[in-house]
């Protein structure tokens, strides 16, 4: 086999458009927050980029997409990219990536491990400290993502329905995930309500006020995620085809139906067409549609749309009710999103798309589909559910993940980073620690009131 020039081109920007979601994401999540901790929640996103990078390529990947043990996980045959190069091909080369380098395919899967931990760090906003922010990074990556992304997106995973062997007779689940709804959403969303159980809510939390401070940020971080989210779901597949052109055309009507419906419906219950309500639905429509992207007709992905729109938004405003403290709603619009599109995968995927002849869903012939996407829901949900938490609880007895109440209040910018986003900030002046003089003790000093002075 030899290299695929187009197909490489395309997944070279497909990676890129990837990767560019991360500090969308970070600018999506820092404007949702009080001023106070938009550096905080913005570095959770871009240190990820970092710290994911190179647990990926030593030994993440190996073990994700390496050579399999039981269809549980990969082993240790690629640690450090051994004999991961410029050959096309791959552990998926029979339907994946026909033509593409074995080191961009390895690439592009780094991109979707990178934004899934920084997906979760929106529902403990505000109250994390970093260092113990970074380990929980590093073993989630390593213990929850990594045998998740075996399961669903390895040929050779118990949950995938991407073999070699179309038919696959011989195994079990057959579950479709084209972009990540099961391996990243559902993961990400459950993930995120196990880690509101463990930090507890924020101090003052439904006696104060906690409103986004910059609701422009949200929406240019929204226009990063939906622009990077065409590489995101078209660039699954594999290279510049037919089916990457359906994913990117249901990628974007998707998107586009739950941001109308998010803003009717805030429009209706709350009296105003609400800008922050429009990009959330955005968010949740593109959220919806990743698991069934490449294998579905648009009209389909509009009802995909249309659903998660009005799901999301009903699952949001019962969050709400109860008290939930997920400070960026990660459970109500990923969680929430990423399981009914999968479960929409099972009803609307057609052969017709993908030309994957098993790729069929309720509405096409084949009942069994809803099933294989609902076990695979149920397994991922309650692993990531489960993981998460005793990872959490461990660190938390161990190191303490929450930051004190003094420091909650004075903000994460200050207290764990040292700086602020805004020096004109009306609500007080920091003392910074000297980067030449022994570093004192960072306090801050409240300014007068106008009355006062």
């Known amino acids: 086999m030899e290299i695929d020039t187009g197909n490489t081109a395309w997944m070279l920007i497909a990676s890129g458009l990837v990767l560019l979601m991360t500090p969308g994401l970070g600018l999506f999540y820092g404007g949702l927050t009080r001023s106070k901790n938009v550096l905080g929640t913005i570095m959770q996103s871009f ?25 549980l996980i990969g082993n240790f045959d690629w640690v450090g990219l051994k004999d991961v190069g410029g050959a096309p091909g791959g552990p998926n080369g029979a339907i994946y990536g026909v033509g593409v380098p074995h080191v961009l395919f390895m690439a592009f899967q780094m991109m979707f491990a990178i934004i899934t931990p920084a997906l979760i760090t929106g529902a403990f906003a505000e ?18 993502y990594v045998p998740i992304a075996h399961w669903v997106f390895a040929y050779d995973g118990w949950l995938s329905a991407f073999s070699t062997d179309a038919a696959r007779p011989d195994r079990g689940l057959n579950a479709l995930d084209f972009a990540g709804g099961i391996a990243i959403h559902v993961s990400a969303g459950t993930a995120a309500l196990a880690s509101v159980f ?53 990628t974007n009507t998707s998107g586009a139906a739950a941001a109308v419906v998010w803003t009717i419906l805030s429009w209706r219950f709350n009296g105003k067409p609400s800008v922050l309500g429009c990009t959330a639905g955005a968010v949740a429509g593109l959220a919806a ?52 599109g999968s479960v929409a995968c099972g009803l609307f995927a057609t052969s017709a798309v993908s030309g994957i002849p098993y790729a069929n869903g309720l509405f096409h012939g084949h009942a069994q589909q809803v099933w294989d996407q609902s076990v695979a829901i149920l397994v991922v949900g309650l692993f990531s559910f489960g993981m998460t938490f005793a990872i959490l609880k461990a660190l938390d007895l161990l190191v303490g993940i929450r930051v004190s109440e003094e420091e909650e209040e004075l903000g994460l910018d200050i207290t764990q980073h040292g700086e602020r986003a805004y020096t004109a900030d009306e609500g007080g002046v920091a003392v910074l620690p000297s980067p030449i003089l022994p570093a004192p003790p960072v306090t801050y000093i409240p300014m007068a009131r106008k009355s006062e002075a």
């Open 198 to 250: 463990v930090f507890g809510r924020r101090k003052g939390y439904g006696s104060l006020p906690m409103e986004p401070h910059d609701v422009p940020m949200v929406v240019l971080g929204t226009a990063l995620l939906w622009f990077g989210w065409f590489g995101f779901n078209a660039g699954s597949a594999g290279g510049a085809t037919s089916q990457a052109a359906y994913a990117f055309v249901n």
């Open 47 to 71: 240190i990820s980029i970092g710290v994911v990078a190179l647990l990926w390529i030593t030994v993440g990947y190996s073990l994700a997409f390496g050579p399999d043990w039981h269809g």
């Open 289 to 340: 549609v990743t698991p069934a992207s490449g294998f579905i007709e648009p009209m389909e992905a509009m009802v995909i749309g249309l659903v998660s729109g009005a799901l999301c938004f009903f699952a949001v405003r019962w969050r709400a009710r109860i008290h939930l403290d997920d400070s960026l709603d990660v459970v109500g619009v990923h969680g929430v999103g990423g399981i009914w």
């Open 127 to 144: 109250r994390a400290k970093f260092g113990p922010f970074l380990v929980f990074t590093i073993l989630w990556s390593l213990f929850v």
